[in-house]
């Protein structure tokens, strides 16, 4: 029944239940609506580009590119689909080459607080002039001033300009307001806010820190140049008390 469903529809239709299954996270599925449509309209850059958000989501990079590319064949100014791009370089290490599809896109899209972080960040980690990536950092944080992964980003360029307090001001702030987001996104916060703090001088607080990171997630590997500070994190975690 659902195939013979979906059959009476258009790509429209098709793409958007797509992008609904994007939204409910069911990357798999929405890849399989996302080729229909594509069927129906090989060109479609749209489905293209939210195929290539999918299978991001799938940890399955070569095919996301794939998707970005051919977005960006069709209609070489999608803003998504440039934004997708440079995060599969972000993602493969290709920090320069991603500053590139960041910058295209932020000529289309100058306001939006998501282009001017990945561009700042990948400025940050591919050897970008830091005041440049600041400026852009700066204003990704006025625009979406709540967003942990943009005031981790401000934190992480003013630590690499050699601020600490500054840096751990905005790490801070990051890690209050990361605690309902992944894992990964708290303990890429907490890492930054560890090295911040010793670089402040103020190993007591990078201690606080680290200790309730080892103990909230003790699943996750610790950096090796923390582990070279506090090497007490080498043994098995404590418990954090369960909350009542």
Request: proline letters at 7%; glycine letters at 6%.
């Amino acid at each position: 029944v659902r195939c013979m469903l979906l059959a009476e529809v258009g790509q429209p239709a098709l793409a958007g239940l797509g992008n609904t299954l994007l939204q409910m996270g069911l990357p798999e599925q929405a890849v399989e609506i996302y080729e229909r449509a594509l069927k129906l309209k090989p060109d479609y850059a749209d489905a293209l580009c939210n195929r290539g958000v999918a299978e991001l989501a799938l940890n399955r990079f070569d095919r996301a590119r794939e998707s970005f590319d051919r977005a960006l064949l069709f209609q070489p100014r999608h803003v998504e689909a440039l934004i997708g791009k440079g995060n599969v370089l972000v993602l493969k290490g290709r920090y320069a080459e991603a500053s590139d599809f960041f910058r295209a896109a932020l000529l289309r899209a100058p306001d939006d607080p998501r282009i001017l972080n990945n561009l700042a960040y990948s400025m940050l980690n591919g050897g970008g002039e830091l005041l440049v990536a600041l400026r852009h950092a700066s204003k990704a944080e006025q625009l979406d001033p709540e967003n942990p992964v943009v005031l981790e980003t401000v934190g992480s360029i003013h630590l690499r300009l050699g601020d600490a307090p500054t840096a751990a001001k905005y790490l801070e702030r990051a890690w209050a307001r990361s605690l309902k987001r992944p894992p990964e996104i708290q303990i890429a916060i907490m890492d930054q806010l560890v090295r911040a703090w010793l670089a402040a001088d103020r190993r007591d607080l990078a201690w606080q820190v680290a200790e309730y990171r080892h103990r909230a997630f003790p699943n996750y590997r610790i950096p090796n140049d923390i582990l070279k500070i506090f090497s007490d994190l080498r043994k098995p975690a404590e418990p954090l008390p369960e909350k009542k």
